[in-house]
């Protein structure tokens, strides 16, 4: 870490101690202003242990008054230091606490906090956000009901909770559910609702309300749709009920993240609400659908069982992740959900454990807890509580979460808690399985297989080792659910999957009574988040790929197939028959689902292979990555051509446009298909899809096909002129071009988009279209002149001093720099350290350039 920038001392989990006092009731009293807004705080504290009364409060909350039962506080009666405020006087066992503060709504540029969006009044206080609206126990262990009145002209003005009185110029809000301060919201605007009621199982109605800025409200009824769904569903699976008698949902143009969760008054991304056929893709439904039932599904796991500390976020977020998961594998398809959510996972969460910001899914330390709302805790803390299901199978899964709502509600938790329920409930002792929680890495499995022939006997053994990880080298075995099958040579099932329970570093199963070798299919259903090695040639890849009955593995075989083939093109070999046939039958299925063969079409990623390099040990070369997958997306193009054609007319989905999983499937085929033919039609095909394009999923899809064939000009300027007054489809042509610019043209091309009028770059949208577009253009941010490395540390500089959460969670692009070679290496080790030694660096963007700069 560079010494002349030292980050504040890291937050640890062992540190931790309760509140010396608890909070009966909260009054909150806000007059709106945009320059001006004062709050005032009523807290009514009793003392519960030793300690004195300190609380938190921002750096820009002028602090006006102070008074304990109503007597003020004189300036020798507290102390002001940072973030904290600490009050010496004698106190009462019980009394009021009250204060007046005054915040400038229009001046704050984090998102966080109250801030302005459009003319819109809104706040984000997760985690630590409630601070900046007044001086409070910022920590979720402290929960309390909240009272809340709101003086303001504006025509719309929310709170948690249920309405208790709304005047003109004023809207009183009760919240009954004790909350942690994370979980505070207000919105005040002039918005538009779109409307509906939901009649719970136990019979009570609930109004909801999806509010938009005037003008988009035709765009808010799929949110709406799928609210009702989520709310069904949690009832149906999880025995689930809402608790309030409305539930507001409000889309913003400016968040710094997709949605959040707060009681009753969901704050949402308005990218994550706002959809209509023309303006949103496929896959912005889906992730709408998703997102909504997320923070729906928290109101159970989050928020009336919150985290004790913000170590447990895994707590809430894994879980809730887990819960939107098998809510889209219910409304969808559950096999290609769980290979996409594989896809994300090794794109996002096993390149984090490979590099310098690896941490446990629940992490012991920190230094900026904003840091930490990563794919550990996200994704991989749901594939834990999904290995957990599966070794205590659906029923002890269903007991035990009933033990959890029973035994925790109205609690603030801990992974211990969480554990104990699944201990209680199914008898199991989990004390190793808790290894997943607090030791970071990827595990590679090995498997190998022993086949005596005379006894018809297989035997298979395993070994399991996690690599180091920063501050963690001792890894003990954990417990490794691995779903097994066995396939005949025939390719019937002689073994349906098992579930082998490894827990030791080396260990062996036996499988007698064979009358022949059997194939073996392994990791079925992605049964535990870990890389497995084994040796198959590509004859044993495109049988397990031709005959696996389980989905998922049969996705990971030709997966598996189309990496070999690259990797092997790296060495200077050629794509084998093996592949090149495998591909020809996924284009002649007529039986399986679109979306599914549209996944076995796609290639791996770049990012994909360069991992695949480094964890063989080699450099990767990201030009010569990007030129193998050009070459073999070419190759499978002349090879296949007019099957590839035959699929581009057949999978024009009859009738009008519907987001639903069917129709999506027939359109991801047809634009996987098209990527392929672009590679050697000059982007002919691509072209008349783009012009005949009636949704945005095949436009978009057509656009990014003939960007990447560099033959885009004219339609890149269609797409701005049609779209430039929709701010979502703006930033979706900032992103397309960035992402499929080629490698040589990507940094000049963000270069020129960066000056374009329309890179409002405060916008955290429109930032992380063109600055995350870039990032994820693998070879042409990996520029080997290093210009990559130096457009990203020029905008994160300039967007820190604004946002400091999105300059941190930008910077994420470096996170790999140490894998490539020395001349990139030394580049991106410049722009760091420039980063590093800028005065006045915040501390997210800090701590995250210490960890990745190492
Ligand atoms: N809690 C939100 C979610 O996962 C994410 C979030 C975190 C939003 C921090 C804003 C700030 O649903
Ligand atoms: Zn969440």
Redesign the pocket.
């Known amino acids: 870490m560079n010494a002349s920038h030292p980050v504040p001392a890291p937050q640890r989990l062992e540190d931790y101690r309760p509140y010396p006092f608890a909070i009966k009731e909260v009054r909150l009293d806000v007059t709106l202003d945009p320059q001006a807004s004062r709050v005032r705080a009523d807290l009514d504290l009793t003392r519960q242990h030793d300690g004195d009364l300190v609380l938190d409060i921002g750096k820009a909350v002028t602090l006006d008054r102070l008074a304990v039962d109503g007597s003020d506080l004189d300036a020798a009666d507290w102390t002001r230091k940072g973030e904290t405020l600490t009050i010496h006087r004698a106190l009462p066992q019980s009394f009021t606490l009250s204060s007046e503060v005054t915040i400038d709504p229009a001046a704050n540029t984090t998102c966080?906090g109250l801030y302005l969006s459009g003319g819109i009044f809104c706040t984000?206080?997760?985690?630590e956000?409630f601070r900046h609206i007044t001086p409070y126990p910022d920590r979720p262990d402290v929960m309390a009901p909240f009272k809340v009145t709101i003086h303001s002209d504006l025509p719309v003005l929310l709170s948690n909770g249920n309405p208790v009185a709304q005047a003109p110029g004023r809207a009183e809000w009760s919240d009954p559910w004790p909350k942690p301060p994370?979980l505070f919201a207000l919105v005040a605007g002039d918005l538009r609702a779109i409307s509906d009621t939901f009649t719970t199982m136990s019979g009570r109605e609930v109004d909801l309300n999806v509010w938009v800025r005037p003008g988009d409200e035709d765009r808010a009824g799929y949110a709406m749709d799928s609210l009702i769904r989520a709310m069904r569903w949690d009832e149906r699976v999880y025995g689930r009920e809402y608790d309030l008698d409305v539930f507001n949902i409000v889309a913003v143009d400016d968040?710094?993240?997709?949605?959040?969760?707060n009681k009753g008054l969901n704050i949402f991304n308005s990218k994550l609400v706002l959809a209509s056929p023309e303006t949103a893709t496929d896959g912005d439904y889906e992730r709408i659908e998703s997102?909504i039932a997320?923070?729906y599904f928290?109101n159970w796991t989050?928020n009336r069982i919150t985290c004790r500390d913000w170590f447990q976020l895994c707590l809430?977020?894994g879980l809730?992740?887990f819960r939107d998961q098998q809510f889209t594998s219910d409304m969808r398809s559950a096999a290609v959900k769980r290979i996409d959510d594989v896809v994300t996972l090794r794109a996002r969460q096993f390149r984090e454990d490979q590099g310098p910001l690896a941490h446990p899914v629940r992490p012991d330390s920190y230094v900026e807890i904003?840091n930490f709302?990563t794919a550990t805790v996200?994704e991989k803390g749901a594939e834990v509580i999904g290995m957990l299901k599966r070794l205590v199978g659906d029923e002890g899964y269903a007991k035990a979460l009933d033990l959890y709502f029973e035994r925790h509600d109205g609690d603030a938790a801990t992974i211990e808690d969480w554990l104990k329920v699944f201990e209680d409930a199914t008898g199991r002792d989990l004390a190793q399985f808790k290894r997943w929680y607090t030791d970071a890495g990827t595990p590679i499995v090995t498997m190998k297989e022993d086949w005596d022939a005379e006894h018809g006997v297989l035997t298979l053994s395993f070994s399991q080792q996690t690599p180091s990880t920063p501050g963690q080298t001792d890894k003990p075995p954990r417990v490794i659910p691995m779903a097994v099958g066995l396939i005949s040579p025939n390719g019937d099932e002689v073994l349906p999957t098992q579930m082998l329970e490894i827990d030791q570093a080396e260990q062996s199963f036996r499988f007698d009574g064979l009358a022949t070798r059997p194939m073996v299919s392994a990791l079925r259903d992605f049964s535990a988040p870990v890389v497995l090695r084994r040796e198959l040639t590509d004859a044993d890849r495109a049988f397990l790929f031709a005959h696996d009955r389980d989905p998922f593995a049969r996705w990971e075989a030709g997966r598996d197939l189309a990496r070999a083939t690259l990797l092997a093109m790296l060495d200077g070999g050629a794509p084998g028959p093996e592949y090149l046939a495998a591909i020809g039958r996924v284009l002649a299925d007529r039986d399986a689902d679109p979306a599914f063969l549209a996944l076995c079409l796609r290639l791996p990623s770049a990012e994909e292979l360069a991992q695949a390099r480094s964890e063989a040990g080699h450099t990767p070369d990201p030009d010569a990555i990007h030129a193998v997958r050009e070459e073999l997306a070419s190759v499978i193009a002349r090879t296949h051509q007019a099957e590839l054609d035959r699929v581009l007319t057949d999978t024009v989905p009859a009738g009008d446009y519907s987001p639903d999983a069917g129709q999506a499937g027939l359109r991801a085929l047809r634009l996987a298909a098209l990527g392929l033919v672009t590679r050697i039609d000059g982007g002919a095909r691509a072209q008349a899809i783009y012009d005949g394009a009636t949704n945005m999923t095949e436009r978009a899809g057509a656009l990014a096909a003939l960007i990447a064939a560099g033959a885009g000009q004219d339609a890149v300027a269609d797409f701005h002129d049609r779209f430039k007054d929709v701010r979502l489809v703006v930033d979706m042509w900032f992103m397309l071009q960035a992402a499929n610019a080629r490698p040589d043209r990507a940094v000049p091309l963000a270069r020129e988009l960066a000056a374009h009028p329309d890179f409002d770059w405060k916008n955290p949208n429109r930032f992380r279209a063109l600055i995350g577009g870039l990032s994820a253009n693998h070879a042409g941010f990996h520029a080997a002149d290093g210009s990559g490395y130096d457009f990203l540390a020029d905008w994160l500089l300039r967007v820190d001093a604004v946002n400091p959460?999105i300059a941190a969670r930008m910077s994420g692009a470096f996170e790999t720099w140490a894998r490539y070679d020395e001349t990139r290496k030394a580049h991106a080790k410049a722009a760091l350290d420039r980063i590093l030694a800028t005065p006045d660096l915040s501390r997210n963007l800090a701590e995250m350039a210490g960890r990745i700069r190492g």
């Open positions: 966080e984000q206080c997760e985690a956000g994370y968040f710094n993240m997709g949605a959040m969760e997102v997320h923070e928290h989050g809430k977020e809730t992740v904003n709302y996200y959460q």
